[in-house]
């Protein structure tokens, strides 16, 4: 049975810094792409970063410089270093997983809140 566990959200004051962690277990087939995705209320769940296998990443324009995504593909964990922090970040993170099968699995979410 698949597993995403997430830890590290919080209230942190605009400016300041948080990181995201994702630990996925029973991954039978293996793990392609990581990702985090965020959703704020009463608005659509969006991309905030992804990294596959092979270390490259994709950035929303809305978080590139502020945000660093991370993986260990050793202990199918993945981090979100974020930095700079704005109200507008405010939202419930969760961690996506896919599988070698391009199977995708979701976390419980974490929440994130900014206070200006």
């Known amino acids: 049975q698949v597993q995403l566990v997430e830890s590290g959200g919080g209230l942190v004051q605009a400016g300041g810094s948080l990181r995201l962690s994702c630990a996925a277990s029973?991954?039978?087939?293996?793990?392609?792409?990581m990702a985090w995705y965020r959703q704020a209320p009463g608005m659509q769940r969006e991309l905030v970063a992804s990294?596959?296998?092979?270390?490259?990443?994709i950035y929303a324009d809305s978080v590139k410089g502020r945000f660093t995504i991370s993986r260990d593909n050793a202990k199918n964990t993945v981090s979100l270093q974020m930095n700079s922090l704005k109200p507008e970040d405010t939202a419930a993170y969760y961690c996506?997983?896919?599988?070698?099968?391009?199977?995708?699995?979701w976390g419980q979410g974490t929440q994130v809140t900014v206070s200006s």
């Open positions: 996506n997983v896919q599988d070698a099968w391009r199977k995708t699995y």
């Open positions: 029973g991954m039978l087939f293996g793990i392609n792409a």
């Open positions: 990294i596959i296998s092979g270390g490259s990443t």
